[in-house]
């Protein structure tokens, strides 16, 4: 009797065993599938970056380069020296930093001061307010092109990148300030009334004690906002033209209007180019974000 | 002059209505506590207190001055909350200066409250910690520190011991009475515990739906509630209600329980109107440890009951007897033994029994 039950054990944890290696080896199979595929784009990019046009027009998209080469990068972002129709992105990538760094500023400067205002200052009809910024959400893009223009003519600044600021910020406000209320939603309360019993006005409360904790949340909407405004292409190409531009729009210009033959490398280099922003910003935000996630320091 | 007046104070949410027409007056160096179910109000009212919330109606005064539109850092008060609600990015010391600073009192009185006050609590080695180093027991004391540096003339607490556990809570309970017993600063606490509302106040103001209830000594809100809820609040396990009928038979009064012919005599009863009793019906309310095992007065009325039920906690036990269809919960020690299903001798102490009309729920 006790050794037939002690053999059935061991017979169940031979077939766990088994199940549970096979489950495994599943697993990894299934998540190296997706990495790859996730990771093959940005590998034919590189690739093909560095490359020469010889060996594009000779070799497959997955072949190594016969050399590093990084000519079609230097083109990409400085030209090829010579005078009209040369096309490249040093100009305009200086355009979108100076279009993305206040734009994302201020939108989530007025995107934090909503949120604390809508959670810890509640007034009549805050509800409302609340609810039509939400709407803000989700309005698409095309349908505030034709009065934003038409805003941006009256106040005299189109086609120009304190217009793009404007424009960004107005349109990212809704999602800051969604993002913010919800944080400060989750902080009780109790710390905005002892700060008023202790004498702390409006401001101060703000400053001193909400936007020193608030920095997982500021992580995530810088995070986002630099996103949205770096890659956006239909504000910048509706609102600037030219020498205003930001760099998505100059990208689309650089590879649709080049000339007879198609410079795939140049082109890649350029797609490169115009996407390290928002991946250093991932890099280096990331890792605050976790750390501002674990440091858990508001609630007992 | 009244430390802290309430004059007719009303308030409400909307439509909802959260406290009415409260009266309440707190001499120097009282402690009042605020006690209650969730939702009765208690909260909202020390909020009002503080001037953290606004009001519909009526004044709240504090040493004779209507402070009803007075910001709350200008009330003169403190308040200790139940999530401590300790500014998380700055440490000890700057948490317990803040309001000092915002005050613009000078440096050298701000050390010396520091260090006065850090010292008394024991928090003084703690003051460059932040928050989240500290323990729930340390974190309270801050808390609390963080109201004595600015040596208020009314300290607010809500529900501050609520977060911590059961063993903590009664360390920190005694802590506050020592507190209170060395600076006698007037004090307002809410609580729902009704062991620290007892063991803490000097008065407890009971309160339920709005409205207080009853506003006494805690010994006259255990012994002599002024209504059911208070009966049933108070005490654990609460109050028996029996429901029954007085009788009066040549002078002398009797409870009789629905259900029973048992003559229960009501003597040396403080009745506050004696005339028609006769047919009134009534709760006769009294507390499980008020009913005995044996004989340990000449007063006690003895009773015969049913036990049904044994609760065994430890250092006493519950038992739970039938008195015609009706339960009756009594506090033994857990060393004597009771046989269930069986009838069994009781003492009832009938001087400290309790009557309520059946209709109005009030003492009579």
Known sequence: MQDSLQSTYKQLEQKSKYTNIFLRWFLYFILILFASYFIFPLYVMIVTSLKTMEEIRQGTLLTWPSALNFDSWAVAWGGRGYGAGDTFLKPYFWNSIKMVVPAVFFSTFIGAMAGYVLTKWRFKGDKWVFLFLLFGCFIPYQAILLPMARTLGVLGISNSV????????????????????????????ELVKAARIDGAGFFKIFFKILLPISAPIIVVTVIWQFTQIWNDFLFGSTFSFGEAAPIQVALNNMVLSSTSVKEYNVDMASAIIAGIPTLIVYVLAGKYFIRGLTSGAVKG | MKTLKIKELSKNFGTTEVLRKINLEIDEGNFLVLLGPSGCGKSTLLNIIAGLETINEGNVFIDDYNV?????????????????????????????????KQAKTSKEKIEEQLEKVSKFLQVDQLLERKPSQLSGGQRQRVAIGRALVREPRIFLFDEPLSNLDAK???????????????????????????????????????????????????????????????????????????????????????????GSNLEVPIKDYDFKDKSNLNNKEVFFGIRPEHIFFKKLHETYFEITLRADLSEYIGHEQIVTFDYANQEVLAKFSSTIKIELAKEIRLYFDLTQASLFDAQTQERI
């Open chain 1, 162 to 189: 304190i217009g793009l600021v404007l424009v960004h910020t107005v349109y990212g406000i809704p999602f800051t300030t969604l993002f913010f209320r919800n944080f400060y939603v989750s902080i009780p309360t």
């Open chain 2, 68 to 100: 009803s539109k007075v910001e709350p850092k200008d009330r003169n008060i403190a308040m200790v909350f139940q999530s401590y609600a300790l500014y998380p990015s700055m440490n000890v010391r700057e948490n317990m200066i803040f309001g000092l």
């Open chain 2, 168 to 258: 903590l809570r009664v360390e920190m309970r005694r802590e506050i009475k020592k507190l209170h017993q060395q600076l006698k600063t007037t004090v307002v606490y809410v609580t729902h515990d009704q062991t620290e509302a007892m063991s803490l106040g000097t008065n407890i103001a009971i309160m339920n739906h709005g409205v207080i209830q009853q506003n006494d000594t805690p010994e006259n809100i255990y012994n002599k509630p002024s209504n059911t809820f208070v009966a049933d609040f108070i005490g654990s396990p609460s109050m028996n209600l029996i429901k029954g009928n007085l009788k009066e038979n040549s002078g002398d009064i009797f409870f009789v329980a629905s």
